[in-house]
């Protein structure tokens, strides 16, 4: 996008600003963190689908090539039509070449992060098509003219009664109405209405089965089928991540899946797509746009494994209270931020940082990417290509001055912590160190280590 | 060609060989599958009615939508009026289909293009009717692809519950775009 991008700590500034509703937010989260949890305990062998997952992701990736060649022949003895796309621009042209070659005018989309990491709106939008998103999240987003904060929950940022003004404004809903069940059937009744004009649906595809060329979407709300049974054209945008090799294979991800998401067992729709209907055409679109090269750099392969739960965004506290849109990028959260450096360093330099490195992300991921060490080693190689955050830069450049001598290392540290002592407020420049400012830092010790271990150190 | 430039860096920087693990045969812990099913699938916010026979459908189904005007009942009903039915599929009330299995652990059933009739039906209708026969209810997943095998179908879905939505401040409301209401019925025989 050409809009210039805030770094993280002054989005998330900005977003801090407004402290109910950060409170609100976190707390929101965190209720979902917390279903995700209460039932996880229910599933004796957890911890054994998380390993079966993670090896069946690895065991993928280490075959990719083949994979993709076999779920396309397979796909193609389907009757369905695949494209390949090697970034972004070719998806988007893709897409809408199908269109033109229809006519096509309506077009209902059901939520993929991918077409959002294409920003396949703006494009179509560019080429004078207008495109209706109909998961209700990413509806009351694009209404608003907004993009998702969250990979699972689109408006979780949004509260009932900005939603209630939004589809007064555009759906012509009474003013001042707010009630979340009034106000979701008046999206069935506007969303329906879409569906049974639409020429052309778009789907995401959660997992793309390789033996059968078959493609799997999880719904809540039904949306990807309803879009995709009643336009007489159905294209579905993946990865080459999203890749499983066997049917049975489905069976550990779709136990995982929506219970680490929302804490749901399942989700309502788990829909396999394999073949057209007689008359009717399917379009499988295979994207790259980055991920070959994710694939290449070995700390970062395991971000590929990725199937998009949100539960690492949910559990993440600089997530939580920064806000999903403080991270310039599709995907938000942990997992975006190892994404999105991958495609942009200098763009998505800051992301890595915006993480407290604690390891929940880690824990909570149920193909177990070692997530907090990814964002750790992210850092170190931004720092080593030169992509550091401005004022990162600044404070490291001291930094390493100073600990490049022990004495002035020892100097440095007694006049911080008298500093630090006198005018605790400026603890850590804040100008220098962004994160600084939302934090209170702990009293500093009255004599450092080295004073210590002087005076008591041969007792 | 993209294509090939896709393969060729997938081939290139791929990692060494991984071996795919075998899936163990996960059994699945609960005895009585009738009361989890009916347990998962009520927390998905849909119901379930136990039936003696498939001839108690009809009057169960009159006396749970007594005001449903447009009935499509591919159990009971006759074909022809249900094709007459279906020409203006947007307005069907309730919509009555066979599932094939269901999963006890999580409530969900499992139709394919055919058990559908038409693959929008189960979720252009109002309110869905599945009815699935007691026998065929397994306790996990592995259990239901393991049952249904290579079947692959041209369209198959898992059906666990009637559409919904939190995207409202995470305010569950059951009618999402789909069915506003989930019946299964499990019948006896
Ligand atoms: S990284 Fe893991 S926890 Fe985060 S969205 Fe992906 S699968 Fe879920």
Redesign the interface.
């Known amino acids: 996008m050409n809009t210039p991008t805030i770094p993280h700590p002054e989005a998330a500034a900005t977003f801090l600003k407004n402290k109910e509703r950060v409170q609100w937010h976190d707390e929101t989260l965190w209720f979902v963190r917390h279903k995700r949890d209460k039932i996880v305990q229910e599933i004796p062998e957890w911890e054994q689908l998380r390993e079966l997952a993670s090896q069946i992701k690895d065991h993928t990736l280490s075959r990719l090539d083949e994979y993709l060649q076999e779920f396309e022949a397979a796909a193609i003895s389907n009757g369905v039509t695949v494209h390949w796309a090697a970034d972004a621009a070719e998806h988007n042209r893709i897409v809408h070449g199908i269109m033109q070659k229809h006519g096509a005018q309506k077009i209902v989309k059901s939520k993929s992060m991918l077409t959002e990491e294409c920003h396949l709106n703006e494009y179509l939008e560019a080429q004078g098509i207008e495109v209706v998103d109909t998961d209700l999240g990413e509806r009351i987003v694009q209404l608003n003219k907004e993009l998702p904060s969250h990979i699972v929950l689109p408006a979780i940022h949004i509260k009932k009664e900005e939603v209630g003004e939004i589809f007064h404004q555009h759906l012509g809903t009474p003013k001042g109405a707010s009630d979340p069940l009034y106000l979701a059937l008046a999206a069935r009744a506007h969303l329906r209405e879409k569906f049974l004009a639409a020429d052309i649906a778009i789907t995401g595809v959660n997992f793309a089965v390789a033996e059968t060329g078959a493609i799997v979407v999880c719904t809540n709300e039904g949306n990807a089928d309803l879009g995709a049974h009643l336009a007489k054209v159905h294209i579905a945008c993946m990865g080459i991540e999203k890749l499983i090799p066997r049917t049975e294979h489905l069976s550990i991800f779709l136990r995982l899946l929506a219970r680490n998401a929302t804490g749901q067992n399942i989700t309502a729709y788990s829909s396999h797509f394999r073949k057209p209907v007689p008359g009717s055409e399917m379009h499988i679109v295979i994207v790259d746009n980055g991920r070959t090269t994710q694939l290449g750099r070995e700390a970062f392969r395991n971000s590929l494994k990725c199937i998009r739960c949100g539960a690492c965004l949910n559990t993440c506290p600089v997530y939580r209270r920064s806000g999903g849109h403080s991270y310039h990028n599709a995907t938000a959260g942990p997992i975006g931020a190892i994404l999105a450096p991958n495609l942009d360093m200098r763009k998505n330099a800051d992301l890595p940082f915006a993480s407290t490195l604690c390891g929940s992300c880690t824990d909570v991921c149920p193909v177990k990417i070692d997530i907090h060490n990814q964002l750790y080693q992210w850092r170190q190689v931004l720092t080593q290509e030169g992509y550091m955050p401005a004022a990162k830069t600044a404070s490291m450049k001291i930094m390493a001055g100073v600990l490049s001598s022990p004495a002035r290392y020892s100097f440095a540290g007694k006049w911080a912590r008298r500093f630090l002592r006198w005018f605790p407020s400026l603890a850590l420049n804040k100008k220098l160190n962004p994160w600084a400012r939302q934090r209170e830092l702990p009293e500093p010790p009255k004599e450092s280590f080295r004073e210590w271990y002087k005076k008591n150190g041969n007792k | 060609?993209?294509?090939d430039?896709?393969?060729?860096?997938?081939?290139?920087?791929?990692?060494?060989?991984?071996?795919?693990?075998e899936?163990?045969s996960?059994t699945y812990?609960a005895n009585d599958l009738v009361a989890a099913f009916t347990a998962?699938i009520t927390?998905?916010g849909g119901a379930v009615t136990l039936l003696k026979s498939q001839q108690e459908l009809t009057q169960k189904i009159q006396a749970i939508y007594p005001d449903a005007q447009r009935i499509a009942n591919f159990i009971a009903g006759d074909t022809a009026s249900n094709k007459e039915l279906l020409k203006e599929v947007?307005l069907l009330d309730v919509v009555v289909l066979k599932g094939q299995l269901g999963v006890a652990?999580?409530?969900?059933i499992w139709l394919t293009?055919k058990d559908c009739v038409?693959?929008?039906l189960p979720?252009?209708t109002q309110h869905l009717i599945l009815l699935i026969e007691k026998e065929t209810l397994v306790g996990?997943?592995?259990q239901?692809?393991?049952v249904?095998g290579r079947q692959?179908?041209?369209?198959?879905?898992?059906?666990?519950?009637?559409?919904?939505?939190?995207?409202?401040?995470?305010?569950l409301?059951i009618?999402?775009?789909?069915?506003r209401s989930l019946q299964v019925f499990i019948v006896e025989n």
């Not at chain 2, 652990?105 to 969900?108: I, L, M, R, S, V």
């Not at chain 2, 009618?175 to 069915?179: C, I, R």
């Open positions: 060609m993209s294509r430039k896709i393969l060729n860096a997938a081939k290139q920087n791929k990692p060494a060989l991984v071996s795919l693990p899936l163990p996960f812990a998962a927390k998905a947007a652990e999580n409530g969900a293009d038409e693959r929008v979720f252009i996990n997943m592995h239901a692809y393991g249904m692959n179908p041209a369209y198959g879905v898992f059906i666990a519950g009637p559409s919904k939505t939190a995207d409202i401040e995470q305010s409301v009618g999402a775009h789909g069915p």
